[in-house]
Structures are given as C-alpha cells and as structure tokens.
C-alpha cells in the first residue's frame, strides 16, 4: 500500500476540515437548535421563479447554448446585469471588468493561487473569515493582523521579509462580516487603502453580505472609494468579491469578481486550467432570476432576517450572564459573541450539544493565530423566533454554568 503523505505537496499539512462544515451535519438532527451554520434559510428561495427560468431556458431558443462549453470569463448577460449593478452602488465597469466564478470561495482560492508564493504574508482581520483562511492555506503563507490603527507600513513590511517573504495583500469583509456581523467604517476603509498604497499590495474586498443591510445608512464599498480616488476601475487596487449564494442560492455556486483587467485576465487564465468555466445552465438561470425578481428577493430576506436577527439580541440580552457581550450588526446573518473570562468556546460546545441540544461554531476557528478561545459566533438566518428563543436560553443556562466553574 502507498504511504501516501510522502508524495503529497507540502500544501498538504496545510489543509484542515473546515469545523462549520461539520457542524452542519448537526442541521440534520430534529432535537438541536443550530446557530451554527451560516447559511441561508432555503425556505426564502425564490425556488419558482427559478423553475421559471430553468424551464426558458430549455425550452426555448438558449437550450443548446445552456448545455454546451461556455467562455471562461462567464455568460455575457449576467456580466452585463452584473456592469448595471455595480454602477448601482458606485462601481463604474465594463463587462470586462467582471469575471464569474462558481462561487465566491474559488475566487478567493485562485487569489491565494495569483498573488501567494510560500512564506508571503496576508493581512487578514483576527477574526476573520474562516472559508478565506483554508483558500489561502494551500498556498503556504504566513498571516498578520490587519489592524485600523497603531500599525505603521514598514512593520508590516519588516515582519513579512524576517519570514521569509512579502506582503502581498489586505484582505478583509467589508459589511456584516462573517463571522462578527460588524462593518468596517468608512474612516477604516479608507485607511484599509492608504495602507495599501503605502505597500503597494492589493486590498480583496470580500462582499457577499453588502446586500442584506436591515439598517442604517449604506457605506461606500473600499472598490467604489479606490475609483473615486483613482479616477477610473483600471487604476484601482482593489479586487471586489461578490456572491449570489446569500441573496438567490447557494447551490447554483455562481459568483464573481470585479477588477482591474489585468487581475481579470490572469483569473480567466486560471480558470481555464481548473474547471474551463462555471455551470451555463446556472449562470443563465441566475441572470433570469436577477433581472426579473433581484430587489423582491433581497427586501423579503432583509425583513426575515431583520427579525431574527432583533429576536436574537433581544433573547441574549435576557438570558446571557453578566460579562458575557456581542455585537450588534446592522445586516448579514451573524452575532459574534465574547464569553467571560475562563470560559472555552470548544468545551462549551460539546456540553452544549449533549446537554442542551443546543449548536454554534467555537469562534477561535477564525483567528489566523488561533487565538479566541473565548468567543462563539452565532447564525440567526434558518431559525424563526420561537427557535431563537429558546435556543438563546439554553445557551445561556451552558454559559452561567461554566461562568461558575471558572470562577
């Protein structure tokens, strides 16, 4: 039999299991109460109107094209769909500035791929998104906080060469982020691209939540900031990742990424190697969808998860214990919580699931450093009010128990 960790890339050891991956196994088993994937309530899918637009599309004149190859760089419809929407919100772009991926976690692998050699430095948010951290793993680098303060460019600069390597790039959720639920400030964004400029890196703008603002006034993205600084998207550093997983569906894994040409055109590149392009079928039905239903769907999930979301704070402000504190996000499907001192979110979790039936993700998954051992991150987006409720006070009731025994 081959040992076969003696012919696997040293990439390898890199790669874990992602611990949100399995924990939505738990999704499965009628007597937990899940906040633990961050995943969007399928019973707010516009499933009709995509059998609508699957059936178009077949039936009608599109039937050869939706199931032949297509072009790397994505259905040229949704591109220009995509051109609209993004001038919407103050993204000036021509299609070619667009580049469909089947979903945004490959954008985020074929940026790791473009930019990372082994020992670079990325600058990630601690937390930060755990499905970016296992994109950029494969690829060997080291990580450093990215901070909005009290950081100077070369001590980025000097840490990254003491390991071996350089900074490459910043990357960082700029609304609602997963899995704090917090938005980086106008001030902070602009700070995030001066920083930028000062290491001549790029800035990835992870995006897939900007649409699910329940609240407060919309914050310019970083991209549409770096154009008004530049002048025009082909002078910008910024690569803008969107996706239509937490808008439309996530099964259909359409995403996309908005950039400069030259950063589009190495992604084409890439993409023809890997998997020639995304599903036709898919992208065609996603552009169907879009132009017909886009804005009622994104107004009846912001009100859904609106409530849910206001259900939840209202639960942890009742049940949780003195020390224990949370975000309060404006948009997006996520609570971050920070629990008292001496209590461990992975301890928590195995007492939660066997004794209270109760799920969420242990927050040190998402900090480069793995530090965090006190934190938890919460879904409100698949359970309705009832659920919440009582889910938040068994969690509670855990957390006053183990606040006791570390005491």
Sequence with gaps: MLAWNHVFASRASRMRASEIRELLKLLDQPDIISFAGGIPDPKLFPAEAFKQAYAETLNGGEAMAALQYSVSEGYAPLRQWLQQEMGRIGIE????????????QQALDYLGKLFLSPDDTALVTWPTYLGALQAFNAYEPHYDQLGFANRTPESYRSLAQS????VKFAYLSSDFANPTGQTVSLEERERVLSLARELDIPVIEDAAYQHLRFEGAPLSSILALDIARSGTIEETRTIYCGSFSKTLAPGLRVGYVVAAKPVIQKLVLMKQAADLHSSTINQMAIAHVAERHFQAQIEKIRTTYMARRDAMLDALSRHMPVGARWTKPEGGMFIWVTLPDGVDGADLLQNAISMEKVAFVPGQAFFADKSGTNTLR?????ANETAIEEGIARLGRLVKRHTQNAA
């Design 163 to 166: 390991r071996g390597g350089d």
């Design 93 to 104: 772009c021509e299609p070619d500035n667009i580049f469909i991926t089947s979903g945004s």
């Design 378 to 382: 919460l879904s409100y987006s698949c």
